[in-house]
C-alpha cells in the first residue's frame, strides 16, 4: 500500500476484470502510460478462477471486506470535490456453501469391480454387468472426502463467471488479430446437450452429426438444414423475416410447419432463446452459433484451460510488455473532481494525476451511479462425482435449460472434467448461471433437482467415479418421497453432489449518472451472455471515447521480431553461414593445422 508509484499517467485503469484488462491493453499498445491498480492480490476480480483454496480465502475476505470502515481524509484544492471509492465486492450477495460428504480423511478404501473402456482411464459402470464390449478390471476407489477435497485444492480451478468463447465471436477475433493468444491454452467444446423427451441428448451441430442422427427423421434433417441455411445466408434484416420484426422467434418458426424435434432443437440447442425471444435475436444468434461451426471443432465453442480468469490476465500480460505499470492490493481511496473532470485519484498516502480513469463498477463512488441495472446474476458451482450425461469418454458439455414454470429464468449449465484442469480425476465440476430474481439458491433449484442428486451421502455408501458409461437422465423419481434410507446398491443414474456453492453477483447494466465526470469511464462486471462479447465490445467503445482516431489493439509483433534500441537488425543468412563468428573461428583453425 505504502509504495511510492510515478505520480503521472495518461490513463489509470482501477480493477483487473475483463474489460478493463482489455482497455489497459489497448492504451499501452499504442504508447501511453498507463497505471493498472487492484486492490485484491490476484487478477480477474469477479471474472477470476481460484483453486479450491483461494475460493475459500475468497470468501473468507467478503466478509472482512464488508465490514470495511476505513476513513480517508484527503488533502484538496480550494475548488476541488472528493468521492469516495465503493467497496468492490459490497454487491456479492447469498453466498451459501454446503457439504453433502463426510470429513473424515481416513475413510476405509473400497474394492470395487469397474468395467473401463479402452478410451478412458477411470471409466467405469456401477452395479453393470459384464460386458463384451469392455474390459473388465478391479480397480481400487478411495471415498471423496471434505478433507481429501482439501487436500487436492491445487487441482481445482473454479470460475467466478465461466464463460464460453464462440470460434468466430469478438474476442476470438481479437485474441488472433492482436497475438494475444500465445498467452492462452483453448479447449473445444465436445458436445452441446439438450434435454428431450424426459433425457438428456447431444445436439447434432455439424452436417455430418445432423445426417447420422437416428432420432430426427430424413425430412425433419431437410427441414432443419434449411431453416439454417436460411438463417445464416439471409440473416435478419432480410425480406424473408419481414413481418417479423416485432414478434418472437417462436411465431417465425411456427409458420415453418417444423416438427416439435426440429423447433426444439432450433430454440433450445442452437438460438438458446425462450419463447419470448424476438424473431431478430433468435435469428442472430442462430447465425452467431452457424457462422462458428467447424472452425476448431464439431461445436461452435472454445473454452479456456484454466478457467475464463485466464483471459484477463492475458491482456495484462500484453500492457505490463508495452511498458505498462502494475500493482496489486493497491486501493482506490476515491477521485478528485474539478469542475466536469477527474483529476487524479487518491491511493493510500499518493496522489495519481490523470487524463483518463478506466474503473470497474464495484470501484465506483455511488454518487455518480444513476441506476445499479436489473440483470443480476445467479450463479452456482457444484462438485459432482460423474458426468450429467456420461459417454464413450470425457467430455467438455454445454447445457442450455430454459424454464419449466412461469416466474423461473433459463439456465446455462457447463460441465467441466479433468482435461480441462478444472478437477481432480475421477470428478466434474458444473457451473449454472441464471438471471436473479429471488437469490441464487431459489433461483437454480429446479435445475439442481432435474440434474443433480443435492443432498447428503450417507458414510457407508460407496459411490465410484465414472465417466465412461452411456446414461440417460430421466426426472429423479426418487426424490419425491425420499423413504430417507435409500437402497445402499440401488443405482442412481444423477450424479452426487460432494460440495455446492451458491452466489449472486451484481448486474452489468449498471449505468452513469449525468453529472459523472467526462474522462471516467465505466467498465462492468460479467453479464449473463454465454460469451465475452458484452466485455469486448465495452472495451472498444471506452477506447474509441479516449482516443478516437488510435488503432485498438494492433498486432503485438512476437518476441523474436522485436528489435531493441542500439542492436542491429541481423542482415540475410546464407547456406553454410554459422551464427556468433563460428565460420571465421573455423577458417583460423583451418589455417593454423596447415601451418
Not at 468521492?83 to 473424515?104: P, R
Not at 475413510?107 to 469397474?114: A, G, I, T
Not at 480397480?139 to 487441482?155: M, N
Not at 437469490?439 to 465412461?468: C, G, M
Amino acid at each position: 500500500m505504502e509504495d511510492d508509484l510515478p505520480t503521472e499517467y495518461d490513463v489509470i485503469v482501477v480493477g483487473t476484470g475483463m474489460t478493463e484488462s482489455i482497455v489497459a491493453a489497448a492504451a499501452s499498445r499504442i504508447g501511453k502510460r498507463v497505471l493498472h491498480l487492484d486492490s485484491n492480490e490476484y487478477y480477474g476480480g469477479l471474472w477470476a478462477t481460484f483453486n479450491f483454496d483461494g475460493l475459500q480465502k475468497w470468501m473468507e475476505d467478503l466478509k472482512t471486506s464488508k465490514s470495511d470502515t476505513r476513513e480517508f481524509k484527503p488533502d484538496l484544492g480550494s475548488d476541488e470535490k472528493f468521492l469516495k471509492a465503493s467497496n468492490q465486492y459490497s454487491t456479492v450477495e447469498n453466498i451459501f456453501e454446503e457439504w453433502f460428504i463426510s470429513h473424515d480423511a481416513d475413510l476405509p478404501e473400497v474394492s470395487s469391480k469397474d468395467t473401463q473402456t479402452e478410451n478412458s482411464g477411470n471409466a467405469n459402470f456401477e452395479g453393470a454387468e459384464k460386458s463384451d464390449e469392455h474390459k473388465s478390471v478391479q480397480k481400487e476407489t478411495k471415498h471423496w472426502s471434505v478433507d481429501r477435497i482439501k487436500k487436492e485444492y491445487r487441482r481445482f480451478n473454479i470460475d467466478l463467471a465461466p464463460k464460453l468463447l464462440y470460434a468466430r465471436g469478438e474476442l476470438v477475433e481479437l485474441l488472433i488479430s492482436s497475438n494475444i493468444a500465445r498467452y492462452a491454452e483453448f479447449r473445444a467444446v465436445s458436445r452441446v446437450a439438450t434435454y428431450m423427451d424426459d433425457k438428456l441428448v447431444q445436439v447434432p451441430c455439424s452436417r455430418a452429426d445432423v445426417f447420422a442422427n437416428k432420432t430426427v427423421s430424413v425430412i425433419e434433417k431437410r427441414m432443419l438444414m434449411q431453416l439454417l441455411t436460411s438463417c445464416m445466408d439471409q440473416g435478419a434484416d432480410s425480406p424473408e423475416f419481414d413481418g417479423f420484426r416485432d414478434k418472437t422467434f417462436l411465431e417465425y418458426l411456427n409458420t415453418k410447419n417444423l416438427t416439435p424435434i426440429v423447433k426444439h432443437y432450433v430454440i433450445q440447442a442452437i438460438a438458446m432463446v425462450t419463447d419470448k425471444t424476438s424473431c431478430r435475436e433468435g435469428v442472430n444468434r442462430t447465425k452467431h452459433f452457424l457462422n462458428s461451426l467447424g472452425r476448431y471443432g464439431n461445436t461452435p465453442f472454445l473454452w479456456p484451460m484454466y478457467g475464463s480468469g485466464e483471459l484477463p490476465q492475458c491482456f495484462c500480460r500484453l500492457c505490463a510488455v508495452f511498458g505498462g505499470v502494475y500493482c496489486l492490493k493497491r486501493h482506490l481511496d476515491g477521485v478528485v473532481v474539478r469542475e466536469d473532470k477527474c483529476k487524479a485519484i487518491l491511493s493510500g498516502k499518493q496522489r495519481l494525476t490523470l487524463e483518463h480513469l478506466v474503473v470497474g463498477q464495484g470501484h465506483l463512488p455511488p454518487e455518480i451511479v444513476a441506476s445499479t441495472g436489473e440483470n443480476r446474476i445467479s450463479r452456482g458451482v457444484f462438485i459432482i462425482d460423474r458426468s450429467i450425461m456420461q459417454g464413450e469418454k470425457e467430455n467438455l458439455t454445454l447445457l442450455y435449460y430454459p424454464p419449466e414454470k412461469p416466474g423461473q429464468e433459463a439456465v446455462t449449465i457447463i460441465e467441466l472434467g479433468p482435461l480441462t484442469n478444472a478437477c481432480p480425476q475421477g470428478l466434474f465440476i458444473v457451473h449454472m448461471t441464471c438471471k436473479r430474481t429471488k437469490n441464487a439458491k431459489e433461483d437454480l433449484a429446479y435445475a439442481v433437482q432435474r440434474f443433480l442428486h443435492a443432498k447428503p451421502l450417507e458414510r457407508i455408501v460407496s459411490r465410484t467415479p465414472t465417466d465412461s458409461h452411456t446414461q440417460t437422465v430421466a426426472n429423479d423419481q426418487s426424490q419425491e418421497g425420499d423413504k430417507g434410507a435409500r437402497d445402499e446398491t440401488a443405482v442412481n443414474p444423477m450424479p452426487q453432489v460432494l460440495w455446492s456453492l451458491y452466489l449472486n453477483l451484481p448486474a452489468s447494466d449498471i449505468k452513469l449518472n449525468k453529472s459523472a465526470p467526462s474522462n471516467i469511464h465505466l467498465c462492468s462486471g460479467p453479464d449473463l451472455d454465454l460469451d465475452f462479447d458484452f466485455a469486448v465490445n465495452q472495451a472498444k467503445e471506452i477506447f474509441k471515447a479516449m482516443y478516437p482516431s488510435e488503432d485498438f489493439l494492433p498486432r503485438a509483433p512476437d518476441p523474436e521480431e522485436i528489435v531493441l534500441e542500439g542492436e542491429e537488425a541481423p542482415g540475410p543468412k546464407f547456406e553454410g553461414d554459422n551464427s556468433s563468428g563460428e565460420n571465421e573461428k573455423q577458417d583460423i583453425e583451418k589455417a593454423e593445422k596447415e601451418e
